[in-house]
């Protein structure tokens, strides 16, 4: 799967992959690549030192692991003032 991946899908990866609440399972649904995947993806895409970070930020949180969440993701997240009309 990973041969068929565009540039443009490697960099929304890297993406998804730092942002805190996006877990695994998310990319594997969307990109069909498993941690283990993600986590070579990473490897082969980032500096060293980048890379170093990014494992030690993401292992164990609990927010990267959808077996680990106390709570549960209902679509995405919208601000209090999303929606509001301006003037």
């Known amino acids: 799967m990973k041969e068929d991946l565009t540039e443009v899908d490697i960099s929304r990866i890297i993406e998804m992959a730092w942002e805190d609440r996006t877990p695994f ?12 995947q993600v986590e070579d993806l990473m490897r082969e895409n980032l500096k060293k030192n980048s890379y170093t970070l990014w ?6 949180r609990k927010t990267k692991h959808v ?7 209902e679509g995405r997240h919208h601000s209090y003032d999303q929606h509001k009309h301006r003037k």
């Open 25 to 36: 399972d998310a990319i594997e649904a969307s990109y069909g690549l498993n941690q283990n």
């Open 55 to 60: 494992r030690k930020r993401a292992r164990g």
């Open 67 to 73: 077996g680990l969440r106390t709570f549960g993701v």
